[in-house]
């Protein structure tokens, strides 16, 4: 089975403590050798925070590892970040960004005031460079996530929507748009306990499970590393801290000698959103074709 290391999950914010050391960082591109792993995939906060960010990206693309950069966006814009864009181009790095909607009323209401303005503004900046560009092989995806507690709709539609109004309004392109479902876990689950809404949500992922979509899900093919190097089968177990069940692979030093193939799986109720309607992994959703999702009773 073929791999995608998840990497530098750490506290890469000005309010946050946890930073992956550089003996971990170092012994990231032995592991994608060792496993012969093809992509790694740098998540934050924001990764290009990390002192070690440039390092880590030039080391694994000197292995023709393929690297997927995480980014926030306004992080393009701050000081002291200026050659970012730049750099991510010249290692022809894939950039994958959140952009909750292509509006700037509901960005910044879910992001904080001027945080649409800054994402359009390194937007352009990437598209200039060449990102999302249709003779340009510089990868642009955005993601999206609905504001409440809702499947997100038709991945084609909306990203057919995104591409028009950011065309029409900002002269912005993409490549793909990626439609990822709500985890009823950490900030969002608060928040759906606050509004009662905890258990209708959890009873609208269960109605609509696909069991299909189990043979795309991210977990068979992702392997999550967190600051201090343990590991977990996706980003949502490491936040909820679910270890993998093999203890005797539980670090990323282990993965230097030993394959986590065949190995179980952890899982829980959150799972459900992974498996919900059409579906939905790091890659946006799992099912081409539309599916009306079901509505969940609400006690």
Not at 35 to 61: C, S, W
Not at 110 to 128: E, P, V
Not at 231 to 237: A, E, G, S, T, V
């Amino acid at each position: 089975m073929q791999y995608v290391l998840c990497a530098l999950s750490c506290g890469c914010k000005p309010y946050r403590t946890e930073l992956m050391s550089r003996e971990l960082v170092e012994l990231i591109p032995k592991v994608l050798q060792a496993q012969n792993i093809d992509t790694l995939d740098l998540t934050g906060g924001a990764p290009e925070m990390h002192e070690d960010f440039k390092y880590l990206v030039t080391a694994a693309r000197a292995l023709g590892v393929k690297v997927i950069d995480r980014c926030n966006l306004t992080i393009l814009m701050e000081e002291g970040y200026e050659d970012m864009a730049q750099f991510l181009a010249d290692n022809q790095v894939e950039v994958v960004a959140s952009l909750p909607c292509y509006s700037l009323e509901n960005v910044d209401k879910q992001r904080g005031k001027g945080a649409f303005d800054d994402s359009i503004l390194g937007l352009q900046k990437l598209n200039s460079l060449g990102y999302g560009k249709p003779d340009s092989d510089l990868t642009l995806n955005l993601v999206f996530n609905p504001q409440g507690a809702t499947l997100p709709p038709n991945q084609q539609q909306l990203e057919a929507d995104y591409k028009r109004e950011l065309k029409a309004h900002f002269d912005i392109e993409f490549n793909h748009l990626f439609a990822l479902t709500n985890m009823p876990i950490q900030r969002f689950g608060a928040v759906l306990l606050a509004k009662d809404q905890f258990h209708p949500y959890m009873d609208l992922l269960k109605a609509n499970y696909m069991a299909a979509n189990l043979a795309e899900v991210m977990c068979r093919s992702t392997i999550s590393v967190n600051w201090l190097g343990e590991l977990f089968d996706c980003d949502f177990n490491q936040q909820l801290e679910i270890p993998v069940p093999n203890k005797l692979r539980r670090h990323l030093s282990d993965l230097l000698t030993q394959n986590p193939s065949g190995d179980d799986i952890a899982i829980a109720d959150h799972c459900y959103g992974c498996t919900a309607g059409q579906g939905s992994s790091c890659g946006g959703a799992l099912e081409e074709e539309a599916v009306e999702p079901a509505l969940a009773d609400t006690p």
